[in-house]
């Protein structure tokens, strides 16, 4: 599977995806987490931050330090084409769409069909 980058629309787009998660790999693959509010595309800001207790740092699957959002950045920088999709792991359950932006702003969107 590798990495992907992940797109959240908190709704419905017209002519559009439905309200929900999708992954992505036409992005720069970081695991970054990006949003799409009102047209707009935009990537999660985070910070590195270490303040956790010392006994929470001693947990084996916590390094100590955890990731914060602090805000969104918009991303003119886009521009093209982007897939993105999700899959619930059974013949016919997946979706995916293609959308168009132009300087970080949705142009379209076209749903391509799935073979999974």
Request: with cysteine; proline share 5%.
């Amino acid at each position: 599977m590798g990495m992907f980058d992940t797109i959240n629309f908190a709704e419905d787009q017209p002519n559009g995806p439905k309200a929900g998660q999708y992954q992505t790999k036409d992005l720069p693959c970081n695991l970054d987490i990006y949003h799409v509010i009102d047209g707009e595309l935009c990537v999660e800001f985070t910070v590195l931050v270490e303040d956790r207790e010392e006994k929470e740092k001693n947990a084996f699957w916590d390094p100590g330090w955890q990731l914060k959002t602090v805000g969104l950045e918009k991303c003119p920088e886009v521009s093209g084409k982007i897939v993105f999709y999700w899959y619930r792991g059974e013949p016919g359950g997946g979706v995916e769409w293609e959308g168009t932006f132009e300087k970080g702003r949705v142009v379209s969107y076209k749903k391509l069909e799935t073979k999974w």
